[in-house]
């Protein structure tokens, strides 16, 4: 990572280098790349220091991220604790709510046996209603009767009163269990969620981790080759330095050579310049001939078939001269045709001796041509003299080639020591999977205990439904007891009126009484009567008082046992204050319980909104990843540009050191880069082994009660940041270098641009190539001339047989018109002889037929 000094006395010298390239007109090319090599390192200087911003927010964000996970870690610990509290808080509620139910089921007990004592007491009643009992006593025994029942109808309210509360506290303790198990659930359902999240922030952290590790082997492996490359740079400027020694010895070598060059190609330009011209000529040449051929062949089918040569000549004029238009009217004219024809042939015949005389000057320009191909091929030899040289040239790059392979197998084995260390970590990261998958199961094994937890909580909620039916039948039981209540009500209303209804006759009886005590007054004899009436009603009298001292017993019994239902009563209203109580108790739970679930859902809104943050902040930094992988990719790209570039180079630099003959000197460097190279090996070997054994052993303590593997997480991520910065540093200081030999390396190609070399080979090769056509061509324009040649001959054979037959045509037309000029003299002569002499006679000779020689054949019109 350079420092803005030296990057600012960089770019000074870069300025002063372009004020001196500036000056030379020549060097206007390097300096125009030279100059884009300048804004290249300023952009990547930019980005250098892009890179490094974000490489900072980077760690920052690590950090925070990992006491972010410890925080969850902590959470999560707690809410675990919290579920195990209110676990045993619902075993409490639970273990109350059995003790209300066996105080309800103590109740009901005392219900029953108090009714069946009722049902006794009704049935006593009923037993004693049909005797007959002194007024006065039955009145107080009816009035005691009512006191009893008022005192157990009073009691019976007091029963169904504190029935109503506990069936209160019940249902309010049954809604408070409820909104507990709801509350549980939700506990439950956040618990699971948040083992979720945590479950997936661990796998983003192992892949985070997975990542770092490859990017990390990837920096070593990166460094590792920058390393080798700035030896390789080193080594290149070095031999730079030789090598622009040479090229100052060479250039001036150069400019003769393209002095020559120029020359060369002056007379290339020529030579081509004659071989067009001459190309030109062979068409002009091979069109007359083909012409001529034409003409020739249309003289002969005229020869054969005069109509038929006729229509070819018509149609031969339409396409070259647009002569022979009026073919319909030499079709009329057969004398004209001929004639026509005639004046043809001998304008045929001028133009085949101008053929002849343009075939020797053809002739004489294809010996020019034969001579410029023997020239033209010494050239040739000169050239595989030259590509000779090449082949050397290639050898030695095919030994540069080796020593190559050489330097890719030591790498190769460097590749197969780090993916040892690869392997190794690999191992390492599968002794981690092995750790998350028991605490998973130790997770699913807690979740198992809780699904069992869940199930008792369902079966506990059966069994209160039980409880539930329990009450409504006791309720059902105490709307039959007020039936009954109302059924005594009756009864007693009915006793009331019999009790008026004897009063009415006690009044009676003592009106019967006065007029009886009237009637003793009168009737003695009803004294007796009366006195035995009297001495039975005593008797009936004393029955009736051992049955009150009875019925007392039975009230006093009656009275222990009330006494005894108060007491009862007295601890159910002890029971009921104590299930009071306890349902306060749970109340003051309850709330608790929400409160701590009203902070539960606020927390988690919070680590929901912090979650989200981070699920952004993570999407951002796979973006910036994705971003850097891309740039990665390119700096990989031109990474791979620049080793072939650097094989470029070093087999261009086998060329020169051949050229320059520095052997000696080659192989010292080499032996030297040698040896740099083992020290640069043994160097990284020993830094390897210092990052995976360090020397600093005991800089940690481990110290009681702390979480280990969260601690040694923590530092090997901080040691990863630290070593990811370093390596970013190192990495923008080796770009930057390597930016510096891509000038070195552009100013080089410059240079060796100038010199004469695979450009004049591919010269050379598109010349031998135009040579191999241009041999081509006259071998084929040769074969034509030879075609031609016969041609003309065949031409020349057939114009003579024409000629011939020409003759035999004019010497037999001759004859004729001998024979038919004889004819006619002859008939002139017999005319005049019979004006003269007397009729002919009839033996005058005849013409026959054999006086005609028929030995010749007719001519074809």
């Known amino acids: 990572y350079l420092e803005e000094s030296a990057f600012e006395a960089l770019e000074k010298d870069s300025q002063e280098f372009i004020s001196i390239l500036n000056r030379d007109e020549a060097l206007e090319?390097?300096?125009?790349?030279?100059?884009?090599?300048?804004?290249?390192?300023?952009?990547?200087?930019?980005?250098?220091?892009?890179?490094?911003?974000?490489?900072?927010?980077?760690?920052?964000?690590?950090?925070?991220?990992?006491?972010?996970?410890?925080?969850?870690?902590?959470?999560t610990k707690d809410d675990g604790?919290?579920?195990?509290?209110?676990?045993?808080?619902?075993?409490?509620?639970?273990?109350?709510?059995?003790?209300?139910?066996?105080?309800?089921?103590?109740?009901?007990?005392?219900?029953?046996?108090?009714?069946k004592e009722i049902l006794r007491l009704n049935n006593l009643m009923k037993e004693r209603a049909g005797q007959e009992y002194n007024v006065e006593d039955l009145l107080r025994f009816q009035e005691e009767v009512t006191e009893e029942r008022d005192q157990l109808l009073s009691e019976v309210v007091k029963l169904r009163q504190s029935l109503a509360e506990i069936t209160e506290q019940q249902q309010e303790t049954e809604r408070a269990k409820n909104e507990a198990e709801e509350s549980i659930l939700q506990l439950q359902q956040d618990i699971q969620l948040r083992q979720n999240e945590e479950l997936r922030e661990v796998r983003k952290k192992e892949k985070m981790e997975t990542e770092l590790k490859n990017l990390l082997a990837e920096m070593d492996n990166k460094q590792a080759e920058i390393q080798k490359l700035q030896q390789q740079i080193e080594n290149n400027k070095e031999e730079q330095l030789k090598m622009e020694n040479n090229l100052r010895e060479q250039q001036i070598l150069n400019e003769n050579a393209g002095k020559e060059l120029e020359q060369l190609k002056m007379k290339n330009q020529k030579l081509k310049q004659e071989s067009e011209q001459q190309s030109a000529m062979f068409d002009d040449v091979l069109k007359d001939i083909g012409q001529k051929t034409a003409q020739l062949k249309e003289a002969e089918?005229?020869?054969?078939?005069?109509?038929?040569?006729?229509?070819?000549?018509?149609?031969?004029?339409?396409?070259?001269?647009?002569?022979?238009?009026?073919?319909?009217?030499?079709?009329?004219?057969?004398?004209?045709?001929?004639?026509?024809?005639?004046?043809?042939?001998?304008?045929?015949?001028?133009?085949?001796?101008?053929?002849?005389?343009?075939?020797?000057?053809?002739?004489?320009?294809?010996?020019?041509?034969?001579?410029?191909?023997?020239?033209?091929?010494?050239?040739?030899?000169?050239?595989?003299?030259?590509?000779?040289?090449?082949?050397?040239?290639?050898?030695?790059?095919?030994?540069?080639?080796?020593?190559?392979?050489?330097?890719?197998?030591?790498?190769?084995?460097?590749?197969?020591?780090?993916?040892?260390i690869i392997y190794q970590l690999e191992k390492e990261r599968e002794s981690f999977i092995n750790e998350m998958s028991e605490l998973k199961e130790k997770i699913l094994h807690n979740m198992k205990d809780l699904e069992i937890h869940q199930m008792q909580i369902c079966d506990y909620e059966k069994e209160i439904q039980v409880q539930g039916i329990k009450l409504k039948q006791q309720q059902n039981l105490c709307e039959t007891l007020r039936s009954e209540r109302t059924l005594y009500s009756k009864n007693l209303i009915e006793a009331k009126d019999e009790i008026a209804e004897m009063k009415m006759k006690l009044k009676t009886a003592t009106r019967q009484l006065d007029q009886l005590k009237d009637e003793l007054k009168e009737k003695d004899a009803a004294l007796e009567k009366?006195?035995?009436?009297?001495?039975?009603?005593?008797?009936?009298?004393?029955?009736?008082?051992?049955?009150?001292?009875?019925?007392?017993?039975?009230?006093?019994?009656?009275?222990?046992?009330?006494?005894?239902?108060?007491?009862?009563?007295?601890?159910?209203?002890?029971?009921?204050?104590?299930?009071?109580?306890?349902?306060?108790?749970?109340?003051?739970?309850?709330?608790?319980?929400?409160?701590?679930?009203?902070a539960l859902g606020t927390q988690l809104i919070r680590r929901n909104d912090e979650v989200a943050l981070l699920y952004e902040k993570i999407k951002i930094q796979q973006a910036i990843l994705n971003r850097g992988e891309t740039e990665y990719r390119q700096r990989m790209e031109d990474m791979r540009i620049l080793k072939l570039e650097i094989k470029k180079l070093q087999r261009e630099k086998g060329i020169l050191g051949k050229s320059a003959a520095n052997v000696e000197e080659l192989r010292w460097e080499f032996n030297h880069m040698q040896k740099e190279?083992?020290?640069?090996?043994?160097?990284?070997?020993?830094?390897?082994?210092?990052?995976?054994?360090?020397?600093?052993?005991?800089?940690?303590?481990?110290?009681?009660?702390?979480?280990?593997?969260?601690?040694?997480?923590?530092?090997?991520?901080?040691?990863?940041?630290?070593?990811?910065?370093?390596?970013?540093?190192?990495?923008?200081?080796?770009?930057?270098?390597?930016?510096?030999?891509?000038?070195?390396?552009?100013?080089?190609?410059?240079?060796?641009?100038?010199?004469?070399?695979?450009?004049?080979?591919?010269?050379?090769?598109?010349?031998?190539?135009?040579?191999?056509?241009?041999?081509?061509?006259?071998?084929?324009?040769?074969?034509?001339?030879?075609?031609?040649?016969?041609?003309?001959?065949?031409?020349?054979?057939?114009?003579?047989?024409?000629?011939?037959?020409?003759?035999?045509?004019?010497?037999?037309?001759?004859?004729q018109k001998r024979k038919e000029r004889q004819k006619k003299e002859k008939e002139r002569s017999s005319i005049d002889m019979r004006m003269k002499l007397p009729p002919l006679k009839t033996d005058v000779h005849h013409f026959n037929i054999e006086d005609f020689p028929l030995s010749r054949s007719i001519p074809k019109i």
């Open 677 to 815: 190279l083992l020290r640069e090996q043994t160097r990284c070997k020993i830094l390897e082994e210092q990052l995976q054994k360090p020397l600093q052993v005991h800089r940690w303590r481990k110290l009681e009660a702390s979480d280990p593997t969260t601690f040694e997480l923590i530092l090997k991520v901080q040691r990863l940041q630290k070593r990811l910065i370093t390596k970013t540093g190192e990495v923008i200081e080796k770009e930057f270098l390597l930016q510096e030999k891509e000038k070195l390396y552009v100013e080089l190609r410059h240079v060796l641009a100038r010199q004469p070399g695979p450009e004049a080979t591919e010269q050379l090769q598109q010349y031998r190539n135009i040579l191999r056509e241009k041999m081509k061509q006259i071998k084929v324009l040769s074969s034509e001339l030879s075609m031609c040649e016969t041609h003309s001959k065949e031409y020349k054979h057939e114009i003579e047989r024409l000629n011939n037959e020409l003759l035999e045509m004019k010497k037999k037309y001759l004859a």
């Open 530 to 598: 009366a006195h035995v009436e009297h001495e039975q009603s005593e008797k009936e009298k004393e029955s009736l008082k051992c049955e009150l001292l009875r019925m007392t017993k039975q009230a006093m019994e009656t009275k222990a046992y009330i006494e005894n239902q108060e007491a009862e009563e007295k601890k159910l209203l002890k029971i009921i204050a104590e299930a009071d109580a306890d349902r306060l108790k749970q109340k003051k739970e309850f709330d608790k319980v929400l409160c701590e679930r009203h």
């Open 29 to 75: 090319k390097f300096r125009v790349e030279y100059e884009k090599l300048l804004a290249i390192m300023k952009k990547s200087r930019e980005n250098e220091k892009h890179l490094m911003e974000k490489c900072r927010k980077l760690s920052a964000e690590l950090v925070e991220k990992s006491s972010k996970v410890a925080v969850l870690t902590k959470l």
């Open 301 to 420: 089918d005229e020869a054969a078939q005069m109509r038929l040569e006729i229509s070819k000549l018509s149609k031969m004029r339409d396409v070259l001269q647009n002569k022979l238009r009026t073919a319909e009217e030499q079709k009329v004219d057969a004398d004209h045709e001929k004639s026509m024809l005639k004046n043809e042939i001998i304008r045929l015949e001028k133009e085949f001796e101008t053929a002849k005389k343009q075939a020797e000057i053809d002739k004489r320009t294809t010996d020019g041509l034969v001579r410029e191909r023997d020239m033209l091929n010494q050239n040739l030899i000169k050239a595989t003299n030259a590509t000779q040289k090449q082949i050397d040239l290639v050898k030695l790059h095919e030994q540069s080639k080796q020593n190559l392979e050489a330097e890719i197998q030591s790498y190769k084995i460097e590749a197969q020591k780090q993916r040892k």
């Open 81 to 115: 604790e919290t579920i195990s509290s209110l676990k045993s808080e619902l075993e409490k509620a639970w273990k109350m709510v059995d003790k209300a139910h066996e105080r309800e089921q103590k109740t009901k007990e005392t219900i029953n046996s108090l009714k």
